[in-house]
């Protein structure tokens, strides 16, 4: 995964890219996320001042959504899919795999890797699906899982 460490320059470019609009945070923190890879103190801060909202506002939207994430990731981010069509083709019993084999909690992090969930990546009619560094894999068995996370340029553990 590609991401770049925090400067205010780049997100005030950021925040300019949507004309500063504060009705439009949610947009400007989804490209913090893929800019940044997570949603920093600092980050809140200057959104709160640049948008000219409370941090609290900024805060509330954050923590709602669970796209934001608010701690920095691991190398790798794994996300196994938990919405009804993957349940219904065993993402729970993948998921305890994943955490098993990658050795983190779901929502925990390693350096090397960060399990989390995703509710729906699109994929319902090939589930249970996954995503890896962006990339979506559908009808993932354990086995499969294996495979896919062993095939990542740098070993996961
Ligand atoms: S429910 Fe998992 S991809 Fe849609």
Redesign the pocket.
């Given at each position: 995964m590609t991401t770049t460490a925090y400067d205010k320059q780049t997100a005030s470019e950021l925040i300019a890219g949507f004309d500063a609009r504060p009705e439009m945070l949610v947009q400007i923190l989804h490209a913090f996320m893929q800019r940044f890879g997570w949603i920093s103190e600092a980050a809140i801060r200057q959104l709160a001042t640049e948008l000219n909202l409370s941090r609290a506002e900024v805060h509330g939207v954050v923590s709602y959504y669970h796209d934001f994430r608010t701690s920095p990731p691991g190398r790798h981010i794994v996300k196994v899919?938990?919405?009804?069509?993957?349940?219904a083709m065993g993402?729970r019993e993948l998921s305890s795999h994943a955490a098993k084999a990658l050795g983190v909690e779901m929502h925990g992090r390693s350096d090397d890797v960060t399990l989390e969930p995703?509710?729906?990546?699109?994929?319902?009619a090939?589930?249970?699906?996954i995503m890896v560094d962006g990339k979506?894999y559908?009808r993932v068995s354990t086995e499969r899982f294996d495979e896919i996370v062993a095939t990542l340029q740098e070993p996961l553990r």
């Open positions: 899919c938990q919405a009804e069509a993957c349940q993402s995703v509710y729906c990546l699109g994929n319902c090939c589930s249970p699906a979506t559908g």
